[in-house]
């Protein structure tokens, strides 16, 4: 008789193989979206302004998100702000799952755990208060007892305490802005979200208003997304990502290296291995149809195709 041994894993332990937990895309991170959909349906027709975005940010980050007119930058914004409900896919902001919630959650969570600053200042306040009212408002909603004392913090924080008692038809369009930051962050928020904040401002203006936004995510350690047409703005971030066509496609790091500041660009690789190449570097070498890749010890090669067309 013929003694078969058999020195691999038994059927137990191959079912606890497969039924192993591994890792949880987005694991740790303030801001996940996973295979991200929005598809919008009017009169029989079907728009899909984000088809399976993937985006992770940590808690206490300051990114900017670019890309142009039509990407999906504010559908994802509005989605990350409760304004917006995803079609399928991943949201979570701050631990909280913005496919699931119910109307009530969704009203809270944009009470307590997401302000937002419009690129209109004409949005952000209300013409009849003046600052420190309108900074109270907000927290009137969630009944908070020290109204008052956390306006007047906030305004000196945004360097316009001098102002509490002033309209916003009394005030210049940076002031605003300065006045709509604290107003997004008066209850304290988890994330701050921010749609073109510098879109209606001068260069000089502009500056000011992002250094206000870089202030508040530094001393409050708020998380802060800012969508941006403004160069300026998106070259002042850590991080800046791009979206196109409904889909993070590529980001830019940037770090300081023996006190130069550096910029590396990447491509983003999705758990299905696509990636998106910057469109510059596609119209530069002509890449179109199909390219050529190569499998190197340390990289992978892209190429132009070299045939030619039969």
Not at 28 to 50: K, P, Q, S
Request: negative net charge; contains cysteine; glycine residues 8%.
């Amino acid at each position: 008789m013929t003694d078969i041994r058999d020195d691999g894993p038994d059927l137990a332990e191959l079912e606890r193989r497969a039924t192993r937990a591994g890792p949880v895309y987005g694991e740790g991170a303030h801001i996940v979206c996973d295979n991200l959909m929005r598809i919008y349906r009017t009169e029989g027709v079907e728009v899909v302004a984000l088809q399976g975005l993937d985006l992770l940010v940590d808690e206490g980050e300051l990114i900017a998100i670019v890309g142009a007119s039509g990407s999906g930058k504010s559908t994802l914004l509005n989605i990350l702000s409760g304004l917006d409900v995803p079609t399928a896919g991943v949201a979570r902001v701050a631990g909280a799952d913005l496919l699931g919630m119910k109307a009530g959650q969704r009203l809270r969570f944009r009470r307590e755990q997401v302000g937002f600053v419009w690129q209109q200042t004409t949005r952000n306040l209300l013409p009849y208060l003046d600052a420190a009212q309108n900074v109270e408002l907000p927290m009137r909603f969630t009944r908070r007892r020290d109204r008052r004392e956390r306006a007047r913090e906030l305004l000196d924080l945004l360097g316009v305490a001098d102002l509490a008692g002033r309209r916003p038809t009394e005030l210049s369009g940076g002031q605003q802005q300065r006045v709509a930051i604290a107003v997004a962050v008066a209850n304290e928020p988890q994330v701050m979200l921010a749609d073109e904040p510098t879109g209606e401002l001068d260069t000089a203006t502009a500056a000011e208003v992002f250094e206000a936004l870089r202030g508040v995510n530094r001393e409050l350690g708020t998380t802060t997304v800012i969508v941006t047409h403004d160069p300026n703005v998106a070259a002042q971030v850590d991080r800046t990502v791009a979206i196109r066509d409904g889909r993070t496609s590529s980001e830019i790091r940037r770090e300081d290296r023996d006190g130069v500041r550096v910029a590396t660009q990447y491509a983003l690789l999705d758990r299905a291995g696509r990636v998106q190449l910057p469109r510059d570097f596609t119209e530069a070498l002509d890449l179109r149809d199909r390219v050529r890749l190569t499998l190197d010890e340390d990289h992978v090669g892209v190429w132009p195709d070299a045939r030619e067309d039969q």
